[in-house]
């Protein structure tokens, strides 16, 4: 998480745990004090890697009584990141599963690569124009997938537009110049009978 990010996570957290202000408040008094800033810093360089959610997630539970006693305010860090690292490692599969010699995934849509392959704007405003596609022009869009392996390429790209089902198709596997992916385009579109495509895609931002 971000600094501002902490800033949000540790006031959420002492509201819960009032002993940290009182750490904090101690922490000021005598001559070799350590100040409040230098402890919040120490939690930042402890906690940075932890997604704000997951950090809310682990003050919830340790608040609710779900991981023990969560103990002196001091170790709080501590089990903030244990709890962090776990639920990390719950989103990740373990290792590929195969079924009859074909991996298994999480999102058929895009295999749990995160990215989809999609036709862009151009192709779909001159197929809907046309009906046709110029050959050797059209190029894919990539759009971060809606599943979480998605999330993890929309939180690092977060200028690219989400795959919407709505506002664009997936490319299938026999790619952008095959005539069977565009009947499919046609025919997605067809299904869709928009009716004035430009302010459609003017409410997305201009891109499918
Ligand atoms: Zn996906």
Known sequence: M???EFEEWFRYHRIRFTAVDTMLNKAADGPDAVSAKEIKLAWFSALKSCTLDDAKAATDAMHAGLEGD???PDRHPAKVAE?????AASRRPATSVYHGGHQA???????DYGWVYCWPQEAIAEMHNTGALSTGKASHTVRPCSCEAGDMRAKCFPNVRRYSPYWTLPIGVCGIDDPREQE????????????NYEDAFADYGGSP
């Open 2 to 4: 971000s600094t501002k």
């Open 70 to 72: 969560p103990g002196w």
């Open 83 to 87: 709890f962090c690292r776990r639920k």
């Open 105 to 111: 995934f999480c999102c058929l849509l895009c295999e």
């Open 184 to 195: 499919k385009l046609r025919e997605w579109l067809q299904a869709r009978k928009p009716k």
